[in-house]
């Protein structure tokens, strides 16, 4: 009887041990959430944005600087083969960039050609202002010149007659699509695919973009250290009024 109660006593101790050692299972009842100030965060976000007050405002100021005048609208799209604002991106880039090429190599650019897809914003009628003027080229494009061979110059051409897009052509160039083929003068002298000729573009052009490839492995190639956007304000800066017309640079006989 001693023996089966002390082993009684012994199982009663090894349960209460068992139990009392038993993890507990907790289960999600009910969720609370409560708002906490964050005054001081706040704070500090307001003086952020105290001190670049100043700076916007002068972004803000330099954005919308009035630079010039068209007494028109100024787009890609009114014309088939050539445009009103492709026009004038080659003649402004040609007058600023020329000076400069002549300078590093005492030569002149033939001509410039751009693509129509780098016209990102037209020029409505009225005051232009720095904010058109990245509207237009939003691009970090740099100007360059590259030296094609008159079979390069051909391909440009053919390129040109194929995609049958208003692309940005300088004046220097009289393009006149025939039934048997094309006319082309540069500087008012027929071309000739013997010789070679220096042609305007933009860094990601000469690369081959667009599908330009013929820009790619010329002659030799200059880049002008000359970005794109700043010889369009350049310009902008230097007329009283923006002067573009549809001239037939390039037509169709």
Same mark, same amino acid.
């Given at each position: 009887? +001693?023996?089966?109660?002390?082993?009684?006593?012994?199982?009663? /101790?090894?349960?209460?041990?068992?139990?009392? /050692?038993?993890?507990? %299972?907790?289960?999600?009842?009910? $969720?609370?959430?409560? %708002?906490? +100030? &964050? #005054?001081?965060?706040?704070?500090?976000?307001?003086?952020?944005?105290?001190?670049?007050?100043?700076?916007?405002?002068?972004?803000?100021?330099?954005?919308?600087?009035?630079?010039?005048?068209?007494?028109?609208?100024?787009? !890609?799209?009114?014309?088939?083969?050539?445009?009103?604002?492709?026009?004038?991106? +080659?003649?402004?880039?040609?007058?600023?960039?020329?000076?400069?090429?002549?300078?590093?190599?005492?030569?002149?650019?033939?001509?410039?050609?751009?693509?129509?897809?780098?016209?990102? +914003?037209?020029?409505?009628?009225?005051?232009?202002?720095?904010?058109?003027?990245?509207?237009?080229?939003?691009?970090?494009?740099?100007? &360059?010149? &590259?030296?094609?061979?008159?079979?390069?110059?051909?391909?440009?051409?053919?390129?040109?007659?194929?995609?049958?897009?208003?692309?940005?052509?300088?004046?220097?160039?009289?393009?006149?699509?025939?039934?048997?083929?094309?006319?082309?003068?540069?500087?008012?002298?027929?071309?000739? #695919?013997?010789?070679?000729?220096?042609?305007?573009?933009?860094?990601?052009?000469?690369?081959?973009?667009?599908?330009?490839?013929?820009?790619?492995?010329?002659?030799?190639? $200059?880049?002008?250290?000359?970005?794109?956007?700043?010889?369009?304000? #350049?310009?902008?800066?230097?007329?009283?009024?923006?002067?573009?017309?549809?001239?037939?640079?390039?037509? !169709?006989?």
């Amino acid at each position: 009887m +001693a023996t089966t109660f002390k082993n009684f006593v012994l199982l009663f /101790c090894v349960s209460i041990l068992l139990i009392s /050692c038993k993890q507990d %299972t907790y289960v999600v009842t009910k $969720i609370s959430a409560k %708002t906490i +100030a &964050v #005054d001081t965060s706040i704070n500090s976000a307001n003086n952020i944005t105290k001190s670049i007050a100043p700076y916007k405002e002068e972004m803000i100021k330099e954005v919308n600087t009035i630079l010039t005048y068209t007494s028109k609208d100024l787009t !890609r799209t009114d014309g088939k083969l050539e445009s009103s604002l492709g026009n004038l991106l +080659a003649d402004l880039t040609m007058t600023r960039a020329n000076p400069v090429f002549n300078k590093l190599t005492g030569k002149n650019i033939d001509f410039s050609m751009f693509n129509y897809g780098g016209i990102r +914003a037209g020029i409505p009628a009225g005051k232009v202002s720095n904010r058109n003027a990245f509207e237009l080229m939003p691009f970090e494009n740099i100007l &360059v010149v &590259v030296e094609l061979s008159g079979q390069k110059l051909a391909a440009l051409i053919t390129y040109l007659i194929k995609s049958n897009t208003a692309h940005p052509l300088s004046k220097n160039i009289k393009l006149t699509i025939t039934q048997s083929g094309y006319q082309l003068y540069i500087n008012n002298k027929k071309f000739d #695919d013997r010789k070679s000729y220096f042609v305007l573009t933009s860094d990601y052009l000469q690369s081959g973009g667009d599908n330009m490839t013929f820009f790619k492995n010329p002659i030799q190639r $200059i880049s002008l250290e000359y970005k794109m956007r700043d010889a369009i304000v #350049d310009y902008f800066k230097s007329v009283d009024t923006l002067k573009s017309n549809l001239d037939q640079r390039f037509k !169709r006989k």
